[in-house]
């Protein structure tokens, strides 16, 4: 079965091509201005396929899987734009695009938000009036789900667990960063919110902060509504701290003895241990902490950071085999941890494909 993975933004268009589990190719087309004539061109490059699974960044709480594409979920994709405005639309757009190239075509929607629609309700309410809940959707929704499903399904074939007997720490760590709980193979927490503003230090994304922060800049400082959106988005994070989004050259400045890239380093790896603290309390029990994503598969430096003096939770990283590197899963503590530690290439793309053709094949 030829499986084509859409993944449409507001200005690029990533694909990969699916023969079975196989990545056969991929690519991407950045600027995009028009998203119909681009996927015709992808389509018209690759020639036929027997189903299309687009990424879609939100699912609100109607979606807890992935599900075929018809009217019914166009709509609700369209009417959760406003949750998502940077990402439904442009995903939208993907979709309607195949579906006006080619109408017959099985499309499958496969959404980051899914994953984590089994948090529970203590775990996703914040403690704002309760109106805000029901009148405005206002909850914890969580993102990078297909990431921790893909890597919970990857874990639980390399520690030989089942899923349902599955306690896990996930870390997704790239330019967008978060954490997942996950007991008994399914998401209890995580650490992205109403937005993927909330949790970790990011790029250039701030995660958590005191929200009376955003009161005072308005009220005290006169910024208004639209500076502070991308002051918290696009200025903040790693890149607000030592002038850099990106762990390569953060990495190469502390080396060089750079104080402000040495303190953002602390500040991420700091925010991430304490997440992994409270999250091991949630879970109760722990079988392994994982680590994905640009960071979390390439960098020992952050691993290490995060993981060092943790022998209170029974925690212990092997420096050696942290410094392996494979796009195999692979382990990285010590014989007398009581805790396993994975490391693991994340493949979202891969995932899609696997819902996809699991949906499109029993339709
Ligand atoms: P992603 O969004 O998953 O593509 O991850 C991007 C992030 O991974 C950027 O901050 C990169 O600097 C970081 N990254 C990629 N390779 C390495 C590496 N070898 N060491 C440290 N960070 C890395």
Sequence with gaps: MKILVLNSGSSSVKYALFEDDKQISNGLVERVEDHLATIKEILGNIGKVDAVGHRVVHGGEKYKNSVIIDSDAIETIRDLISLAPLHNGANLAGIEAVAKLYPDITQVAVFDTSFHQSIPDFAYTYAIPISFYEQHKIRKYGFHGTSHKYITNEAGKFLNIAEQNLNLITFHLGNGDSVC??????????????????????????????PQILIYLAKQKGLSVDEIDKILN????????????DMRDIEAKAQNGDKLA????????????????????????????????????NSPLIRMKILQDLEILGIEIDEQKNQVRS?????????NSKIKILVIHTDEEKEI???????AGDN
């Design 353 to 359: 494909a696997k819902q996809t053709m699991r949906l």
């Design 234 to 245: 696009k200025e903040s994070g790693l890149k607000g701290i030592c002038g850099s989004s």
């Design 181 to 210: 709980a996950v007991k008994n193979g399914k998401s209890f927490d995580t650490s992205m919110g109403f937005t993927p503003l909330e949790g970790l230090v990011m790029g250039s994304r701030c995660g958590d902060i005191d």
């Design 262 to 297: 040495l303190l953002a380093l602390d500040i991420f790896a700091y925010r991430a241990k304490k997440y992994l603290g409270s999250y091991a309390v949630a879970l109760g029990r722990v079988d392994g902490i994982v680590f994905a994503g640009g960071i979390g598969e």
């Design 327 to 335: 796009r195999e899963p692979f382990e990285i503590n010590t014989e």
